[in-house]
């Protein structure tokens, strides 16, 4: 018994100097985060951070429309089979407007930004640990959270939300195309129902969830990279981490903001 | 007056003493060599130069500076005229040659490109790489990644070289030219080198001062001859190439068939 209360314990204790590490991490994100902006940051800084946008964005965005096509799909159908029977098949078009809008848009982008960059992130900033690249740019009078950290989080806080909006498009798109094969239903005016049945609460609602999530992916994957010791099994090891670890906790995350625009919604 | 001075140093590791009541001076246009075995405290010692790591006592100073005491922004300037060539290289793997020499020159320096261009250039024939400035650092032999590292550390013309193991790794002629290479350096622009290193012929090559670690402590330190002069055991013991721990074949023989019999007496 005392065996596993000091497991436990350990495990507590191991668990907050995480998150706690992960806060510092963020406010010495944010005090670098001026460097990487356009006009008043160092260009170099913000290339960097240009050249991260694409990565994540752009290179990600096949994949997330193809997987928001298919959940568009799957949402759909299921959703039809069930609502034929009371005779509310038009329902199908709020389920996947205001589903992908609030819910899976941004959470599909977060999971394949995780499996994507998140990863990435980690095995960038791991090896360049293990090779004393961040020694070296301590040496060389270099912050590395403001030249390696930085440009990343500022990349993720812009592309995620797009990738978010593109996603909840394209899965829109794609319940759009369900009933225009079953129903016969016109793409136009099933865009003039989805638009009827999307409120700006959704979309902000959505974006704020893009934001903490790409927040939570960014900064899971730097922290485990930056947490490597040892050789390039630590380096696998850590981009494992970042996934399981930033998945995890986007799925918290969107569970919390659930709870709170549910009961917000509400009053 | 002495460029970089250690006083009383102490840097313990999850309480195990690593370095233990230190006192070292540097003077400034000599190369010193910090010569010790394996596990000796060297590269601690050099982390505590470079101020990547803080002592639990002690100080060390860097032109007058305390860099222990000294603010983040004092250190940065600092650092500026401190160049560091690491064991493994820590080149930046995704720039070329001619952009990890000129990343301090662009970031640090108001120099128009064009002659940003002209000092890489330079720097790069320096260490006889001026014909493979755009190669990256995956597309050189290990001798030219260090040599490539020496190239970046010369970038801002700092008065401190310090070099972690230049010559580990490297067959004897490389070794070789690595060490007129020091001595150029240090004849030319009268730089300031510290060395660290356990390859004796390097050492008695380049040294004008040899500092001699052993399990944290100095041991000695002192001319070339002053340490060829030496008669501590554990210098003597380093000199001489004469193994600690011996294999004793009777009783790694007697043990071994101890074992087998144990194995045998199993049920």
Sequence with gaps: ?267 | MSIISVRDLVVEYDGRRVLDGLNLDIEPGQITVLLGGSGSGKSTLLRQILGLEHPKSGSISIKGTDISTCSQADLKILRRSVGVAFQSAALFNSLSLEDNVALTLREHTALAPSVIDLIVWLKLAVVGLADFGKLHPQELSGGMKKRAAVARALALDPEILVLDEPSAGLDPIVAAELDELILFLKETFQITALVVTHELPSAFRIADRIAMLFDGRLLAVGTKDEIRANQHPRVRQFLNRVPANPVHTPALASYLERYVQSQEAEP
């Design chain 1, 1 to 267: 018994m005392a065996n596993l209360l000091e497991i436990a314990g350990r495990e507590t204790l191991s668990q907050l100097d995480y998150v706690g590490s992960l806060n510092i991490q963020l406010w010495a994100t944010l005090r670098g985060m001026r460097a990487a902006l356009p006009l008043v940051g160092n260009r170099h800084r913000w290339r960097a951070a240009v050249h991260q946008m694409l990565e994540i964005g752009v290179d990600a965005l096949p994949m997330v429309a193809l997987m928001a096509m298919c959940s568009g799909f799957i949402l759909a159908m299921q959703g039809a089979s069930e609502l034929r029977r009371f005779g509310a098949l038009h329902y199908v078009i709020d389920l996947v407007a205001v589903g992908f809008t609030r819910e899976l848009g941004p959470l599909l982008t977060a999971i394949a930004v995780s499996g994507r960059s998140g990863s990435a992130f980690a095995a960038e900033i791991g090896t360049m640990t293990v090779t004393e690249e961040i020694a070296a740019l301590k040496v060389m009078a270099f912050e590395p959270v403001e030249f390696v950290l930085a440009p990343k989080y500022l990349a993720a806080l812009v592309a995620v939300p797009c990738l978010s909006i593109v996603a909840a498009l394209f899965g829109i798109f794609a319940g759009g195309l369900f009933m225009f094969f079953s129903t016969h239903l016109g793409l136009l005016l099933y865009f003039r129902y989805v638009l009827t049945s999307i409120e700006l609460r959704d979309v902000v609602a959505a974006m704020i969830k893009s934001l903490a999530f790409a927040t939570i992916i960014a900064h899971v994957g730097c922290l485990e990279g930056l947490r490597v010791r040892g050789g390039p099994d630590a380096v696998g090891r850590s981009t494992t981490s970042a996934v399981v670890r930033s998945t995890f906790l986007v799925i918290v995350a969107d569970a919390i903001f659930t709870t709170i625009f549910y009961f917000v919604g509400k009053t």
